[in-house]
Nanobody, 116 residues
């Protein structure tokens, strides 16, 4: 199995920055993609940032120009740099990994709260 551990969440003021990290362990050799999702209270979980099959970062329209996803394949870690944060970015952020057998794995989530 694969285990995912997120870190880096917290409370920041509007306009501030946070960097989230997600490290994969276990049978992480089978992972071929990782990305970030978020879920606000009463809302559906949505894709925030990920990678296309060609390895190009892609972002939700709401975060383009403000968030940057990156990865360190040697460490099986994916990052999400979040700048110019807005109150509407407040949510629980989840890391997701996919393995070679097309199975999805989710982290426990990390809370990001942006105050106005």
């Amino acid at each position: 199995q694969v285990q995912l551990v997120e870190s880096g969440g917290g409370v920041v003021q509007s306009g501030g920055s946070l960097r989230l990290s997600c490290a994969a362990s276990g049978n992480s050799f089978s992972i071929n993609n990782m990305g970030w999702y978020r879920q606000a209270p009463g809302k559906e979980r949505e894709l925030v940032a990920g990678f296309t099959p060609g390895g190009t970062p892609n972002y939700a329209d709401s975060v383009k120009g403000r968030f940057t996803i990156s990865r360190d394949n040697a460490k099986n870690t994916v990052y999400l740099q979040m700048n110019s944060l807005k109150p509407e970015d407040t949510a629980v952020y989840y890391c997701k990994a996919r393995d070679l057998f097309l199975r999805n794995y989710w982290g426990q989530g990390t809370q990001v709260t942006v105050s106005s």
